[in-house]
C-alpha cells in the first residue's frame, strides 16, 4: 500500500513528471462556445487560434471526477493526497473535498495548495517524491 498523488491540470510540472511520479491530473474544461474541450488536449497553437477569435470560459473538475480518481486508488490498496489549485481562484478545492467526505479520511486527503502553476507544481512534485519513497499519507 502507498499513497498517490492526485492534482488538477492547474498544476504545471516539467514534462515527463506526471508519468514519472505516477501524478493523476483531473483536467479543467474550457468553452468555446458550445465547444468543450478537456485542459491540456488541445495543441497551444490550436488554443491560441481559437482564443483569438473567442476567449474560453473554463469549468473546475467535478466531484464525481475526484471520488472516481480516488475510488480508483483505493481500489489498487493506495492512499490518496489530492492538491488542488488555490481555493482563492477555483471551486476545484471544494469539488475535491466533497468528493473525498465518500471515503475514509484516513485514506484520502486534500489539501488547497494556496497556489496555481509552478508553485502548485513543486508542491505536488515533492509529495509524489516521498510517496514514491514510501512515506505515509500523514508523513507525505
Same mark, same amino acid.
Given at each position: 500500500m502507498g499513497v498517490r498523488i492526485i492534482t488538477d491540470t492547474g498544476c504545471d510540472l516539467p514534462p515527463g513528471q506526471e508519468d514519472a511520479l505516477d501524478i493523476i491530473?483531473?483536467? /479543467? /474544461? $474550457?468553452? $468555446? *462556445?458550445? %465547444? !468543450?474541450? =478537456? @485542459?491540456?488536449?488541445?495543441?497551444?497553437? +490550436? $488554443?491560441? +487560434?481559437?482564443? =483569438? %477569435?473567442?476567449?474560453?470560459?473554463t469549468a473546475a473538475p467535478s466531484s464525481e471526477e475526484f471520488a472516481e480518481a /480516488?475510488? !480508483?486508488?483505493? @481500489?489498487? *490498496? @493506495? @492512499? #490518496?493526497?489530492?492538491?488542488?489549485?488555490?481555493?482563492?481562484?477555483?471551486?476545484?478545492?471544494?469539488? +475535491?473535498v466533497l468528493a473525498s467526505q465518500e471515503f475514509p479520511a484516513e485514506r484520502v486527503a486534500v489539501?488547497?495548495?494556496?497556489?496555481?502553476?509552478? *508553485?502548485?507544481? #513543486?508542491? #505536488?512534485? +515533492?509529495?509524489?517524491?516521498a510517496a514514491q519513497q514510501g512515506a505515509s499519507l500523514a508523513e507525505v
Open positions: 491530473a483531473i483536467p /479543467f /474544461f $474550457f468553452h $468555446f *462556445g458550445m %465547444e !468543450t474541450h =478537456r @485542459d491540456k488536449q488541445m495543441p497551444m497553437a +490550436a $488554443f491560441l +487560434a481559437k482564443a =483569438r %477569435e473567442e476567449w474560453p470560459k /480516488f475510488q !480508483t486508488c483505493l @481500489d489498487a *490498496g @493506495d @492512499d #490518496v493526497l489530492c492538491l488542488t489549485i488555490t481555493s482563492q481562484h477555483s471551486a476545484t478545492y471544494n469539488a +475535491a489539501l488547497d495548495t494556496q497556489s496555481l502553476s509552478i *508553485g502548485q507544481g #513543486v508542491l #505536488v512534485e +515533492a509529495a509524489a517524491q
